[in-house]
């Protein structure tokens, strides 16, 4: 039976309209057997221009699209902005139940959160089976992709990794589902290492920002292999040898599981398309 994907973005960048389009791409030419019914942004039209973008790949696939603005509901609340480590205030529990209300016509077996930047609060995890992707493996650094790249970098890390795990209202704390480490050590990129230990860590990342070569070199790396992360999960459920029971991950034969170390597979569909 063909699965059925609700898909979330905030879209903050570019990379939101690249992991939809490569689950797309990969439902189109018959690897996935699965359906995207609905794709919600909380980023209404006219509010972001990265975000009109990925409004605009939407229309051009047929999608239906729903957009609810968490930052105007956040002001017409008169709330104040959610804290990490801080329960969610009141006003992210009632816009999480309009999200509800308005996706409750599309309904859908799985939903992916691919760059959406806002944790839900417990009657939506409840609700629905939620995958977050996150840049990081598990154990590994938690918070936005930035946060976990300057950690990386803090803790002279040699491998960094990408996760699917189901969605919590703790922050990427969800059990893992599917996960995928990589190095980020050998050849070419310790060149960059050396420049970035020299310069110190702080002082580089003040001077350079995002725009040290060593935070970009381990971005492009992740970057690679989150889209093949989000098609081999989703292939893992549309094949039903993963599911969800209890808001836990499930092998076929209903065995808990703590996450699909799916590293082989997607280092040779990288290296494939190299």
């Known amino acids: 039976m063909t699965l059925r994907i609700g898909w979330f973005a905030t879209a903050r960048g570019q990379t939101s309209g690249k992991l939809l389009a490569g689950a797309l791409a990969a439902i189109a030419d018959g690897r996935l057997d699965a359906e995207v019914v609905v794709v919600f942004c909380n980023r209404d039209p006219g509010e972001d221009a990265n975000a009109d973008a990925f409004h605009e790949q939407v229309r051009a696939t047929g999608i239906p699209l729903v957009t609810l603005s968490s930052r105007e509901f956040r002001r017409a609340a008169g709330g104040e902005v959610a804290r990490r480590g801080e329960p969610l205030p009141e006003w992210r529990r009632d816009y999480d139940r309009e999200v509800m209300r308005s996706l409750a016509p ?20 409840v609700k629905w089976d939620l995958l977050n992707l ?14 976990v790249i300057w950690e990386l970098i803090a803790q002279d890390a040699d491998r960094a990794g990408v996760m699917m795990h189901l969605a919590t209202p703790e922050l990427d704390e969800g059990p893992v589902v599917t996960y995928c480490t990589y190095p980020i050590r050998g050849g070419e ?24 070569p060593l935070f970009q070199e381990i971005r492009r790396r992740g970057v690679l292999r989150e889209v093949p992360l989000v098609i081999e999960t989703l292939r893992a459920f549309a094949d039903e040898r993963v599911r969800v029971r209890d808001k836990q991950a499930v092998d076929a034969s209903g065995a808990v599981i703590e996450g ?15």
């Open 260 to 274: 699909y170390d799916l590293s082989d597979e997607i280092e040779r569909i990288v290296a494939a398309s190299a």
């Open 134 to 147: 996150h840049p990081a493996a598990p154990g590994g650094p938690a918070g936005m992709w930035q946060d």
């Open 106 to 125: 599309h309904e859908f077996e799985i939903g992916v959160l691919a760059g959406y930047m806002l944790i839900f609060c417990e009657e939506a995890a």
């Open 189 to 212: 990129i310790d060149e960059l290492w050396r420049d970035a230990d020299s310069r110190g860590v702080e002082a580089a990342r003040a001077e350079k920002g995002e725009e040290l």
